[in-house]
């Protein structure tokens, strides 16, 4: 057994710095690079572009990303792993062969993680009286079925471990959790077992410190964010794990940023609900049992790391189309930036109103004034305010009456208060609103699959 | 005797559907017995007047000198169906930090 591992994050999200990954790979020695692509919206995205063509639906960036990297890890022995695949990890694969080929990468093994996605299985789910309720309304599943755009259950560590134990170079699932991504190499390594819930609750809470990216190295950090060194060139997460479940949480050298107990924290208490139930399919860890320690110069150990059984559910991810909306702006300048800006929001609402259009909700934001902390916003001199951006929204059932909208927002220019510009790139479109189903699935209507997939 | 929050900790917040979660961090055991005191659910209830409109949950982390509050029905929908510039709640662990603590 190898006395310890360092696994790197190269991606916080489905659009983060194209380049982290190269670094990651590049910049010092580590065995595994894992990247999270997805969000909570992503697979409807993803659902829709297979949609219009089955050879698409994952994170397409993935490709020119292995052109530049397989080269690397395939010399380096890195394996990387990523849930970029979405909702069609087959032909992600097989791009990613196509690609080893083009480069004469010829040995590479490609592993897939299926059984995710069970939209097409709805039915039969159904018929064995898992009503996929939503957990925030109780509401089963039923009531929005005809609009569903994707199903995706949430898998954890085990079945990237499955794929790790077939002798996988590059692990692509679909809807695997950000945790189990950097949970799956430490069990696979250190040979980690299923009830070690000690164990994996450490993996865990590793994962969720590497899963947004730089956010835990810097990035996004409220404490004394100028305290920060060379944002621009910021590195990202690694973490250096130990078979006993200790962490070491670091980022390369000569990269931007900073790993401090301050900057892990906020991280540790991102997106997080009950802290002792942190809920895994792998286990459920107590964030209340964690402790942090300085390591010197952007070296952080977590440990003492404790964790209980996993529950007898999957998460189940769904989305649906739920109407439409649209968004529109407009800059007015100084002198009373606030008070014209205020003048266009009520003209646009009374010329909405005269047409008939039925929204099922408008709103307006004045931004650089209280389009974020909204009525805790401190009242402004108008003297002292250089200008201001109306910002207005509406959705509605009703795509026809959501793209009039988008004709009423340029007029405002001729018709309305003075000083006023920023208004581009033509009328603002209706887009889909994609709305989130979150529920349970009894784990034994489940079952991962793992596929290799290499050139012949 | 009124402290700014801000003077005694950081934080981050996030969205978790329709609810927005904000990670209250204190700087040192002083902030986190003051915070853990004072911070409770209703002030941090009342404070998000208007804007949250659900319940606010709380959980003490005192392992990390931090608190963690959810404010539920808060994000105008969650996700795509959100209208608010702020969809996610990024900005709301500064907007808690405006707040003074009478103590």
Known sequence: ?456 | MKIKLRDIAHGRSGDKGDAANIGIIAFDDDGYNIINKHLTAEVVKKHFAGICKGKVERFELPNIRALNFILHNTLGGGGTVSLKHDAQGKTLAAALLRLELVV
């Open chain 1, 1 to 456: 057994m190898k006395n310890h591992i360092k696994i790197a994050s190269g991606q916080g999200f489905w659009g983060d710095l194209i380049d982290a990954p190269y670094q990651q790979v590049t910049k010092g020695d580590i065995d595994y690079l894992v990247m999270d692509y997805l969000a909570e919206v992503t697979m409807s995205i993803m659902q829709k572009q297979k949609s219009r063509d089955p050879k698409l639906g994952y994170a397409t960036d993935l490709i020119d990303l292995m052109k530049k990297i397989l080269p690397i890890t395939a010399k380096k022995g890195i394996k990387i792993i990523t849930n970029g695949g979405g909702v069609n990890p087959v032909s992600c694969a097989e791009k990613i062969l196509e690609t080893a080929k083009l480069l004469n990468i010829k040995s590479l093994k490609v592993a897939v993680v299926l059984g995710d996605d069970i939209k097409d299985r709805l039915d039969e789910i159904l018929k064995q009286g898992c009503e996929l309720k939503n957990i925030e309304t109780s509401e089963p599943i039923i009531k929005v079925k005809d609009r569903l755009l994707n199903a995706n259950v949430y898998f954890g560590a085990f079945p990237v471990v499955e794929a790790l134990n077939k002798g996988a170079d590059v692990v692509i699932t679909g809807r695997t959790t950000d945790t189990g991504l950097t949970l799956a190499p430490m069990i696979y390594e250190f040979g980690w077992k299923n009830n070690d819930y000690d164990l994996l609750s450490a993996g865990t809470v590793a994962g969720h410190i590497l899963e947004c990216g730089a956010q835990s190295t810097g990035g996004n950090f409220l404490g004394d964010w100028q305290s920060i060194d060379n944002f621009a060139e910021i590195g990202f997460p690694i973490a250096e794990a130990y078979p006993n479940g200790e962490v070491i949480i670091t980022k390369h050298k000569n990269t931007g940023g900073k790993v401090s107990i301050d900057t892990i924290t906020e991280q540790l208490v991102y997106e997080i609900g009950d802290p002792k139930e942190y809920i895994t399919p792998d286990c459920v860890a107590d964030f209340t049992s964690i402790k942090l320690a300085d390591e010197g110069q952007d070296r952080v150990k977590v440990f003492n790391v404790k964790g209980k059984s996993e529950t007898e559910f999957y998460k189940v991810s769904c989305s649906y189309h739920d109407g439409y909306s649209s968004n529109g702006s407009l800059t007015y300048s100084w002198p009373q930036a606030l008070t014209k800006a205020k003048a266009a929001d009520k003209i646009l609402r009374k010329r909405l109103e005269n047409l008939g259009l039925q929204f099922d909700e408008i709103r307006s934001e004045f931004v650089g004034y209280n389009s974020t902390h909204e009525n805790l916003a401190v009242e402004l001199n108008e003297d002292l305010i250089n200008e201001i951006m109306l910002r207005f929204s509406v959705r509605g059932k009703s795509k026809e009456a959501v793209n009039r909208f988008g004709q009423e927002i340029a007029p405002l220019i001729l018709t309305g208060p003075p000083s006023v510009t920023g208004f581009a790139g033509g009328r603002p479109k209706a887009k889909d609103v994609v709305a989130y189903w979150p529920a349970l699935i009894p784990k034994k209507l489940v079952q991962s699959m793992v596929k290799i997939f290499k050139l012949n």
